[in-house]
Every structure is written in C-alpha cells, then in structure tokens.
C-alpha cells in the first residue's frame, strides 16, 4: 500500500515537474545563454544540470515547494554559480610555474639549450628509476598520461585531495632534486 502511494507521489512530482518544464524552458534556455554569455554548449550544459537537479529535489520536498516554476530559476541561478565555483577551483589547482617551465621547453631553443633540457631529461629519468614504484607510477598517470586527478585517484584507489596533494608533493621533490648544487 505504501509503495504504491510512494509510486503515485513519484509520479505526481514527475507530471508537475514536466509541466513546470514545459511552461518556462524557453525563458530558462534564454536565462541559460545569457548567463553562460552566449556560449551555447555551456547554456545547454547549465540546462540539463538544473533539469537534473530540479527534479531531485522536487522529488525530496514534494509538496512543500509551492511556485515549482520559479523555482526551476532558482535552481539554474545555483547551477550556474556551483559552475563559478567549480572553475575557480580549478583555475586555482592549476600549476603556472609548472605551465612556464613546459613552455620553455617548448619554445624553439639554441643547440647549447637543447643540450641542457637533454641532460636535464637524462637526470630526472635517473631519478625517476630511483623512486619507489608508487612515485613513478603518480608520475606516469600525472605527467606522462596527463590523466585528471579523478582518475589518478580511481587508479591508485585514493581520493581526489589525496591524488592532488601527492602529484603536488612529487613535482616539489623533482623540483629540488633537480636544482643545481651550487646554490
């Protein structure tokens, strides 16, 4: 009897959730442009996460949510602004020494340069062969496979915070191991 209650909420959440959708998409996918700045795959992006949380949280506050169209604004307006934060911790996570010193190598370089970067590359292998298996295998992911923190951690069963301190605790140690002497 319960269940079959539940299902009929459900449902009844559901129907008012599509007809709320259906009433203002059009609004909200202008709202979505206007904060994603005209950037369509980004309005679609907020669109399709509002609509997904949307609906998960009509379904948690069934009935108590009386305006479910304003609402759905509300919901994008939070969307949008997690999306903010998101990126800003991202930008923040961003390594700029690490993206200047691959410039450097990048750039076109004299053959004394060239020189240089090749002994330089010679030493960190050296190094690189002296770490444990566990470094070198955060190295791998890190630099050479260019693999997402997410996926380092999945990869070496740790968290997300996890992954990130450690590739910042090796790229500091290679750092210093590789410094010149004469300092």
Not at 30 to 43: E, H, T, V
Not at 80 to 85: A, F, K, V
Not at 113 to 141: G, I, N, V
């Amino acid at each position: 009897m319960k269940k079959q209650e539940a299902e009929e909420g459900a449902e009844a959440v559901d129907t008012c959730f599509t007809a709320s959708w259906n009433a203002v998409h059009a609004k909200l996918r202008r709202r979505a442009r206007y904060l994603a700045k005209g950037d369509d795959a980004r309005a679609e992006d907020l669109l399709s996460s509002a609509a997904i949380k949307a609906l998960q949280l009509l379904r948690r506050a069934a009935g108590r949510i009386h305006n479910p169209e304003g609402f759905l604004f509300l919901v994008l307006q939070h969307t949008h602004i997690d999306s903010l934060r998101q990126e800003q911790r991202e930008t923040r996570i961003f390594d700029h020494e690490a993206a200047e010193e691959i410039e450097q190598f990048a750039a076109p370089q004299s053959p004394l340069e060239s020189l240089c970067h090749k002994r330089t590359l010679a030493q960190l292998a050296r190094l690189l062969s002296r770490l444990p298996q566990t470094q070198q295998q955060l190295f791998t992911l890190a630099f050479i496979e260019d693999a997402s923190y997410e996926e380092i951690a999945a990869s070496l069963g740790i968290s997300n915070a996890l992954a990130r301190k450690r590739v910042q605790l090796l790229r500091e140690k290679l750092r210093h191991l590789l410094q010149p002497a004469s300092t």
